[in-house]
């Protein structure tokens, strides 16, 4: 008789926590503008030699949210000199990128950057478009999957539930991520 009791309220634990799980339905999680600054921050000043001719520093990155676009905008300042000149050129560049959810390391990352502005400062025409394109190279490739926010594992789960991202949204202060019962 126990194991017949045991058995019927082990079956209506289960059944029990598995409607919780759907009566927990999604929730959002808002992630400061400040927080995704500071985790772009880390990635910088960047310093480079590209192809052992071009010398490259890019410092300084500002971040804004594009509601509008859902997307997100870093702009930065940028320094480039050839080795073989004893000059320095300055500038800057603007990227934007989508927002994805990256679950191999739980974290909301940059993806799809590309360069929307590039601007350089004193620099001949015929040159200007070579570097602008060496430098958007560079800022992509620099960008593309910058986590930009990695989920703890308490984050991730509430009431027994594990939970997923589902959306990401952006408002001009803040990212909004609403999580949903994992499946």
């Keep these: 008789m126990n194991l017949r009791l045991l058995s019927f309220v082990s079956a209506a634990l289960t059944v029990l926590l ?3 799980a759907t009566l927990l339905g999604p929730r959002d999680v808002e992630i400061p503008l400040s927080s995704l600054q500071q985790a772009v921050d880390r990635k910088f000043p960047f310093n480079s030699r590209y192809l ?3 010398d490259l520093h890019i410092g300084n990155p500002r971040i804004e949210l594009l509601p509008a676009e859902n997307r997100i905008l870093a702009r930065m300042d940028v320094d480039f000199s050839p080795f073989y000149l004893n000059r320095t050129w300055s500038g800057s560049f603007a ?4 927002l ?3 679950a191999s390391r739980n974290a909301i990352v940059l993806a799809d950057p590309r360069v929307e502005r590039m601007n350089v400062n004193g620099f001949d025409m015929p040159y200007a478009d070579q570097v602008a394109r060496i430098g958007s190279f560079l800022a992509e490739e620099l960008l593309q999957d910058l986590p930009l926010h990695t ?3 308490d ?4 009431g027994g539930v594990a939970f997923i991202p589902s959306k990401i949204n952006t408002k ?3 990212l909004v991520v609403t999580l949903v019962p994992a499946r």
Excluded: K
């Excluded at 984050?155 to 509430?158: D, K, S």
């Design 155 to 158: 984050e991730l789960r509430f």
């Design 100 to 102: 994805r959810f990256d």
């Design 172 to 174: 001009a202060d803040s």
């Design 151 to 153: 989920f703890r594992r």
């Design 52 to 54: 052992d001719m071009l």
């Design 18 to 20: 598995a409607s919780c």
């Design 95 to 98: 990227v934007s990128g989508r």
